[in-house]
């Protein structure tokens, strides 16, 4: 399956610093998610993006879907230590039917320093 | 809340046993998924559900197969495990906002 390219692959932050990540890819999507993952654990939602364009946060966390629908970001704010994990992307293009296939990043492995 | 739940986070199994894993979700949804993830490749789709008794094959079917009875139950199964099965098996579920949640998943080795 198509790979979204995700960067960048790993950050090492200071505690209290803002963090940027995004997404690209060649396709268009209708949706754009935003995954946390801890070691050992299934992906948490963190935000999800149903509108091109669409600027939505959560808490600390901000997303937004890209204007072409090909594109997405994740910004974290004043960045603290249970930051810490695996940030993924994932687009979705409900093509009809019973396709809802979800294409995900690489992940970008995010490290907090105290 | 969305509650998605496998039925074990760690399995070690032999090579050439049939495997059962087990997802159990709460809200009713029509579609579920099964994925697995490894370092370097990702998440990758093996099968899909989008109804009872209804599956389509995802991007790496070969050496699975699915089974939904129940709305409430996606099962995968290894017929046969073998050492490149092992992996760390997510289970996911669509809402009705096309948003998908998932399970806490399940290591698995096999030796």
């Known amino acids: 399956g198509q790979q979204l390219n995700q960067s960048p692959q790993s950050m090492f932050i200071q505690e209290g610093e803002d963090v940027s990540m995004n997404c690209t890819s060649s396709?268009?999507?209708?949706?754009w998610l935003w995954y946390k993952q801890d070691p050992g654990e299934g992906p948490v939602l963190l935000i999800a993006?149903?509108?091109?364009?669409e600027l939505t946060s959560n808490g600390r966390l901000t997303a937004q879907f890209g204007i072409t629908r090909k594109d997405s970001f994740l910004n974290i704010s004043a960045s603290i230590p249970s930051d810490v994990g695996i940030y993924f992307c994932?687009?979705?293009?409900?093509?009809?039917?019973?396709?809802?296939?979800?294409?995900f990043g690489k992940g970008t492995l995010l490290t907090v320093n105290p | 809340d969305v509650k998605v739940t496998q039925s074990s986070r760690y399995l070690v199994k032999r090579t050439g046993e049939k495997v059962f894993l087990e997802c159990v979700q709460d809200?009713?949804?029509?579609?579920m998924f099964w994925y697995r993830q490894d370092p370097g490749l990702g998440l990758r789709l093996i099968y899909f559900?989008?109804?009872?008794?209804?599956?389509e094959k995802g991007d790496i079917p070969e050496g699975y197969s699915v089974s939904r009875e129940k709305k409430e139950r996606f099962s995968l199964i290894l017929e046969s495990a073998s050492t490149n099965q092992t992996s760390m098996y997510l289970c996911?579920?669509?809402?009705?906002?096309?948003?998908?949640?998932f399970g806490p998943g399940t290591r698995l080795t096999v030796l």
């Open positions: 994932a687009g979705q293009l409900h093509s009809g039917g019973s396709n809802y296939k979800l294409t």
């Open positions: 559900s989008y109804d009872v008794k209804m599956k």
């Open positions: 396709s268009i999507f209708n949706t």
């Open positions: 993006l149903y509108k091109a364009g």
């Open positions: 809200m009713d949804h029509e579609n």
């Open positions: 996911a579920t669509l809402s009705s906002t096309d948003t998908q949640y």
